[in-house]
């Protein structure tokens, strides 16, 4: 199904068959702009999309991401990833593997029958954490030339601090699993949460990023200082980890009063990363287009559009 966007943009309600789960297909839009929009069957030269991926319990629509790919300058693609929204299968508090697996299996689809190269990837707190495992153990992934990482987790079994979990571990004590019962898409839904479940969430590791990132790419982080669900200081961890690397550079930008989800805020983070992305293009413009110079992006502190606000 295609559908007129906003202004110069066709929306196409995508369900890719998902190679492991032939009873799944990937539900997710794929916004074109109107001078790249091609069907499937036309796909002939390599082209440049973002990927935009939701946080747990959530879907490709909530938040900034349908205003973000709305507004980029390039083509994107955000969906459901399985046990999501309009995506069947089972959701996993610990799933991040099964999430990667999907990726890949979005990748590759958009790659063979649309002839897209992923240059931007955007994940929000869940999506983030599998961007980075996919980015990092990936070709593709290795050679995008930008992330955005809102709200992510470094620090996966603070989790167990978080308002809320103790109940889950009652739970679990109680009867084998906790029923988590979150709003998605202004529906409610339930999901078991089992003791496997947190301990395979608490265990994930994350420390590759230290020495596996790619020293290419561009990164930036967000996260708001009143975040009670993954503290602050994690975006900080990521910071350390990520800016000594060259020439890919890393920009921290943390928004004050600002919760885990950007509630009231999401026009400002889809502003921040608009302006973001295009200094990271003038690292391509300035040099020629290879993408290897840093042009007038810099690692630091993120601060564009905050002297106005003071």
Known sequence: MVTPGPTNRVST??????????????????EQLTSTAVTDSDAKATKRIALILHGAGGHKDYLYQKRLAQRLP???FRFDFRGNHETPGVWRQGGFAGDVVDLRAVVDYLSINYGYKVDLVVGHSRGSIVAFKWICTTEEGRNISAFVNASGRYRMRKLLDAPGVNVWQENILKQGYHLWTPIVARKQVSVQITGEDLDTFVNWDTSYVWDQFPSSIDVLTIHGLKDQLVS????????????????????????????????????????TILEWWDKQQERSI?????????????????????????
């Open 13 to 30: 309600k995508l369900y890719i068959p998902h190679p492991s789960d032939p009873t799944c297909s990937i539900a997710g839009v794929l």
């Open 232 to 271: 602050p200081y994690d975006g900080v961890i990521y910071a350390r980890a990520l800016n000594p690397r060259s020439p890919g550079t890393h920009n921290l930008h943390l928004m004050e009063d600002a919760d885990h989800n950007f509630t009231g805020r999401q026009d400002e983070v889809v502003d």
């Open 286 to 310: 300035t040099n020629g287009g290879d993408g290897n110079g840093q042009g007038s992006l810099k690692t630091g502190v993120w601060l564009s559009g905050i002297r106005g606000k003071l």
């Open 74 to 76: 390039l083509d994107s």
